[in-house]
């Protein structure tokens, strides 16, 4: 995961999720072409995506070694693509992990348009 990242950084997410008395945090941040979760103000994990006209194409995402196998790359999958959903967006899972969430997780179909093998 690339280090000039700060998820501190002041901003006006377009999306978020935050639940009360929760430690994790999701924003999308359209001028940085990526979803950001902090876990307790740490950055954990990263989706990143490139927009198309009605579509996201997701690229890479990435949770960091200490936060790995604890669900929270699945949780950070699930709200990407709702997101995107509820965006009217159509999504590209050019992402290895987005792809296999896809895969896992019926109920995307009508809003995926897989990438050409």
């Not at 941040?29 to 902090?38: A, G, I, N, P």
């Not at 954990?44 to 070694?65: M, N, Y």
């Not at 936060?67 to 959903?85: C, I, W, Y």
Request: aromatic fraction near 8%.
């Amino acid at each position: 995961m690339a280090n000039d990242v700060d998820p501190q950084a002041p901003d006006d997410p377009t999306a978020s999720e935050r639940a009360a008395g929760d430690a994790v945090v999701i924003e999308r941040h359209d001028e940085r072409l990526r979803y950001d979760m902090t876990v307790e103000g740490q950055r954990a994990a990263v989706s990143q995506f490139r927009l198309e006209p009605g579509a996201i194409v997701f690229t890479h995402t990435i949770v960091r070694p200490e936060f790995e196998g604890k669900g929270l790359g699945s949780r950070l999958a699930k709200f990407v693509l709702d997101d995107a959903v509820a965006r009217g967006e159509r999504i590209v899972p050019e992402c290895p992990f987005i792809a296999a969430y896809l895969r896992r997780n019926p109920g995307y179909e009508a809003s995926v348009d897989w990438p050409a093998a």
